[in-house]
Every structure is written in structure tokens, then in C-alpha cells.
């Protein structure tokens, strides 16, 4: 991996930071974002329907994250202000401790066929455990270029629904190597459905994916040197305490897990636009995953290693995340994106993000339990205003010094002291 030095990164200009990752970029990749060449119409009107334009957000890095002791250079979309100053600060932190070690326990999507209106369940049940091996044979010839490339169905399981109308639910497990895999699901399981349908002498109601992906979990975890947390012990240690009681208040309550799991995709959904994945499935299967314990909970665990002086941080979570298929291909911003990431692997890339998200949740944590949200978000709230009064780029950091002294930060504020300050200029 190349090195950089990214000293004095966060206050240059572009262009500026744009010549300082050089070495991490392909000839394609600097020429695409020296050029400011973003996804064209004619690709944008064959991807989805009605389109009028294409739609810009903020593209920017987040610097030498070390996942099991590789350093990656993660790219970040996103519109929110103070994600990418609090990830790199998290990072930095967390590197000095050894960094953040990742594990991908599985990678297989599930793809679900329901079936109703079965006069004898346990014959349906006993049928399809008997056929078992022809019905994957019929899933994989459905889709023979995964199976070339060492994936494709590998399982079959029986889940029975009790209602009014049972349902039995044949969950298929398919290998979708490193692509996302919906319509390689999708296909695998539309076939299957009149195969099934004469083996248990049933109807079928529908054939889909899950996005519930518990078999595509990561996990991420890092241990926090006391002493990279305060040089104050008796400090460092309180404040680890209360780092611990936050990540518990979100284990038990469900109005703070909500906000608390925002804070994490905060980081998680600004790695998946940037790699041109699919962001709602990732957040839809995660939620899900919030609740497995019949609650919404925190998807991070924080606890003391009071023998060892350290803060250890946790986070598992469904990641089918994919570096091959979808519109993956075709947006130039998403070709930079893998480009600065060094090319990875699914895996890789998911333990990356995992990483990301634990991150993104303990820069949070650590300003909620001392110095508050609002102290490092109010900076770069208020640089937001002052674009929005209208602004000039070299008036902003004028405007935003005057409008953090002001009492109420807000757009008239803002608008006041920019009229103020541009009337005594031209005095």
C-alpha cells in the first residue's frame, strides 16, 4: 500500500489535496477527478427511470484507517457536517492502540419462497429435505456464471410461519461471490418456485431475497489505550466509564438505539454511496439485526478492560456489500472510490466499513459524554449557514468566527452579519 503523508491534509485547498493522494490513484482515476467528470446523463437514463440530471454530494476521504493492520485511505459521500473530521479523529486514535481487527464470519445472501395453502406441512417439509440436493441443482442451473466463478446455492432450510394461513418459507443460502447478489437470488429462487410448488402440493405466494443478511456478518473491535484518552488516568478511566454506561443506555433503550445507530451509518452509508452500494439494504438488514433480541438495541458494545487499562469497543452487523455488478461499473466517482480503497475484495471492504461504523460510533459517544454534539458540529454548522446567506468563499471564515459568537446561529444571523460585514468592507 502506498504511504502518504497527510500532514496538513484537512486545511488545504482540492487541488491541493487532490496532488497529495496522487500516488494512491490510477492515471484514470486523477484524470476523472481532476476533470470533475461525474456519472453522464445517457448512463443515468439507462440506470433509472424519468431522469432529469444527475445529483452532486460532497466526495472526501477519511485517512489511514488500519483494519488488521492494513492502512486504507475510505472514501466518504456525504452531506452531514462533522462525519468525516469525527471518523478521522476516531481513526487516528484508534490506530495509536493498534487499530481495528475485522472478521467476516460468512458471506451468503438468503433467498426466500413462501408457500401456502399445504394440506400436510411435515410430508412438505420431509419432501424438500429429501430433494434437497436436486433443488440446488435447479437454483445453480438458473444461474451457471456464478456457479463458474465458485459461487451459487449451497443450502437449503424449511422455516414454518403459524398463522391463520401457514406459511412455509424455504430459505435458500447462495454464495454471490462479490456482487450484492439480488437478481442472482432473485433468478435462483423464481426458479425453484414450481419445482416446490409440486413437491409440496402447494401455492406459491412470492420468491425474493432477504435483506436480512444474517449469514454476511462482520465483525469489527478495537482496544482504547487508557492513555491515548486522557493523559489524566483518573480521567482516561471515567471517561471510559462513561463511554460504557452510553453504549448500555443504547442497549436498553430504544429511543436513544435509534439515534445511537444513526450516529454509526453516519460513516457506514457514506462508504456505501461512495462505493456504489446499496445503502437502504445494508441499513434495512442492520435494523433488523438491531432487533434479534426482541428489542431495538445499539449495534456496539463498549466495556472495560480494567486489567489492562483499555476501552474495548465492539460492532457486528449484516455487510453483503459488493465491488462487482449493479451500477458499480458505470459511475466514475464509484471507479475513484475503489481506487482509493486499493481495489478490495468484498470481504475486505466489509471489514472496512465495519470499521468505520465502530469508529463513527465512539467519535460520537466521546463528544455526547463530555464536551457535548453541539461543540464540534456547531463550526461546521455554521460554515453551512454561512454558504447558505450567500457567501463567498473567501468571506466564509470571517462570517463564521463572527456568527459562533453570536447567541442564536442561524440563517438570519448569518445573513445579518454578512450584510454588516460587507457593508464595512466597502467602507
Known sequence: MTKINWAGFAKKNP?????????????????????????????????VENTLGTFALPFSVVPEIEVNHQNYTVPF?????????????????IKRSGG??????????????????????????????????????????????????????????????????PLLVVQVLIDTKEAMGANIVNTMTEALKPYLEILTNGKSLMAILSNYATESLVTATCAINYRFLN???IKAKEFSERIVLASNFAKKDPYRASTHNKGIFNGIDAVCIATGNDWRAIEA???????????????????????????????????????KGGSIGLNPSVLVAF?????????ILASIVA???LAQNFAALRALVTEGIQEGHMKLHARSLALLAGC????????????????????????????????NTLE
Open 355 to 357: 470499521s468505520v461504523g
Open 285 to 323: 438488514g442492520a435494523h433488523a439485526y438491531a432487533s434479534k433480541n426482541g428489542r431495538y438495541e445499539g449495534l456496539t458494545t463498549w466495556r472495560l478492560d480494567e486489567a489492562n487499562e483499555k476501552l474495548l469497543g465492539e460492532i457486528t452487523l449484516p455487510l453483503p456489500l459488493a465491488t
Open 100 to 165: 481495528f481487527k475485522a472478521t467476516v464470519h460468512n458471506r451468503q445472501m438468503i433467498g426466500q419462497i413462501a408457500l401456502y395453502d399445504i394440506k400436510q406441512i411435515d410430508q412438505a417439509i420431509n419432501a424438500i429435505k429429501k430433494q434437497k440436493k436436486q433443488l440446488l441443482a435447479i437454483a445453480n442451473s438458473a444461474h451457471p456464471s456464478i456457479v463458474k466463478r465458485g459461487g451459487g446455492a449451497i443450502d437449503i432450510k424449511t422455516n414454518l410461519i403459524e398463522d391463520e394461513s
Open 231 to 233: 493523559r489524566d488516568k
Open 15 to 47: 487541488k491541493e489535496r487532490l496532488s497529495q493522494i496522487k500516488p494512491l490513484l490510477s492515471k484514470e482515476s486523477y484524470y476523472i477527478l481532476e476533470n470533475k467528470i461525474l456519472l453522464k446523463q445517457d448512463i443515468a437514463s439507462q440506470i
Open 392 to 423: 463567498l468563499p473567501n468571506e466564509v471564515p470571517f462570517i463564521v468566527d463572527l456568527l459562533l459568537k453570536e447567541k442564536h446561529k442561524n440563517l438570519s444571523t448569518a445573513e445579518k452579519i454578512l450584510e454588516n460585514y460587507r457593508n
Open 77 to 93: 459521500v456525504t452531506e452531514e457536517p462533522s462525519v468525516v473530521a469525527a471518523c478521522s479523529f476516531a481513526s487516528k486514535i
Open 339 to 347: 481506487d482509493i480503497l486499493g481495489n478490495p475484495d468484498a470481504k
